[in-house]
């Protein structure tokens, strides 16, 4: 059974780093073939891709935030991450984390809200 | 690729049969999936590579379409329906549309 959960500090700072962690089971990230993507929601709103990471190590970021975005993965702790620099108000929002096979969502995490805020 | 869903609201009853719109800004190659989001839920894949069912989602979901224009349709809508439906393209980018919030009249 596949599940992920998301961690995060729930509230932050304007201009700081916002980290986040997805812990999961069910399967590994060094199998051929599997994905971690991070999708962010503003409250009300649409969804947008931010950043994958595969199994090989390959990493693929949203280019709209591309240079802010860092993700990385722990694969011997089921473990993914992702790092957003320089947050601002924009970047309030529940960030999910998800299962990615082929370039599709097929799991995801229950979602971690962010607010950022001075 | 931009995606614009219509409508952006649809009330129907209990039985009818519902359909979403979704249209590419450029040709998206039957790279389009479903997406169904219920009130204060994670998003949850219904439909991928345009028609296929994902494992567990009813029979009365199906997709359609090619080129720019894809298609959800829901044969007989159940009140368990009601959710806001994202399409999502993964041709060129990777990129959701704006949503069609689904209600019961």
């Known amino acids: 059974q596949v599940t992920l959960k998301e961690s995060g500090p729930g509230i932050l700072q304007p201009s700081h780093t916002l980290s986040l962690t997805c812990s999961f089971s069910g399967f590994s990230l060094s199998t051929y073939g599997m994905g971690v993507s991070w999708i962010r929601q503003p409250s009300g709103k649409g969804l947008e891709w931010l950043a994958s990471?595969?199994?090989?190590?390959?990493?693929y970021n949203n280019p709209s935030l591309k240079s802010r975005l860092t993700v990385s993965k722990d694969t011997s702790n089921n473990q993914a991450f992702l790092k957003v620099t320089s947050v601002d108000t924009a970047d309030t929002a529940t960030y999910y984390c998800?299962?990615?096979?082929?370039?599709?969502?097929?799991?995801w995490g229950q979602g971690v809200m962010v607010t950022v805020s001075s | 690729i931009q995606l614009t869903q219509s409508p952006s609201l649809l009330s129907a009853s209990v039985g009818d049969r519902v359909t979403l719109s979704c249209k590419g800004s450029q040709n998206i190659n039957n790279y389009l999936a479903w997406y169904q989001q219920k009130l204060g839920e994670a998003p949850k894949l219904l439909i991928y590579?345009?028609?296929s069912l994902q494992t567990g989602i009813p029979s009365r979901f199906s997709g359609s379409g090619s080129g720019t224009d894809y298609t959800l349709t829901i044969s007989s809508l159940q009140p368990e329906d009601v959710a806001t439906y994202f399409c999502y393209q993964y041709n060129n980018g990777l990129t959701f549309g704006s949503g069609t919030k689904l209600e019961i009249k």
């Open positions: 590579n345009t028609n």
């Open positions: 998800a299962h990615t096979f082929y370039n599709n969502y097929d799991y």
């Open positions: 990471i595969w199994w090989n190590g390959n990493t």
